[in-house]
Nanobody, 127 residues
Framework: VQLQASGGGLVQPGGSLRLSCAAS????????IGWFRQAPGKGREGVSG????????FYSNSVKGRFKVSRENAKDTVYLQMDSLKPEDTAVYFC?????????????????????WGQGTLVTVSS
């Protein structure tokens, strides 16, 4: 099982970035995927999640309305479109494989519900 997050970088406040999470080594269509972030000195925070079909998506209150998660099962890839970025969005972003296809509401943001993690990609929002 491998997950590779990419697309991070330096962006000004109000700007946009699109992160990608490329998966391999498992049947991607059968698993929900989550995005987490970790800022310096803080714990890992659930940002967004998407079920296996892509029909159900989940967002933390801090990013709702600004971020959009999607997936292309034909490409074994999940995306996180991040708009209206704020300095407080600065963090290392990780994608992870959920323990199943369809998270019950409230479980998608719990790191303990994920069994495989990719290496992170750094997002820095600064002027």
């Amino acid at each position: 099982v491998q997950l590779q997050a990419s697309g991070g970088g330096l962006v000004q406040p109000g700007g946009s970035l699109r992160l990608s999470c490329a998966a391999s080594g498992f049947n991607f269509d059968n698993y929900a995927i989550g995005w987490f972030r970790q800022a310096p000195g803080k714990g890992r925070e659930g940002v967004s999640g998407i079920n296996s079909s892509g029909r159900r998506t989940f967002y933390s209150n801090s990013v709702k309305g600004r971020f959009k998660v999607s997936r292309e099962n034909a490409k074994d890839t999940v995306y996180l479109q991040m708009d209206s970025l704020k300095p407080e969005d600065t963090a290392v972003y990780f994608c992870a494989r959920f323990l199943g296809s369809n998270p019950i509401t409230g479980t998608w943001a719990a790191p303990s519900q994920y069994d495989s993690w990719g290496q992170g990609t750094l997002v820095t929002v600064s002027s």
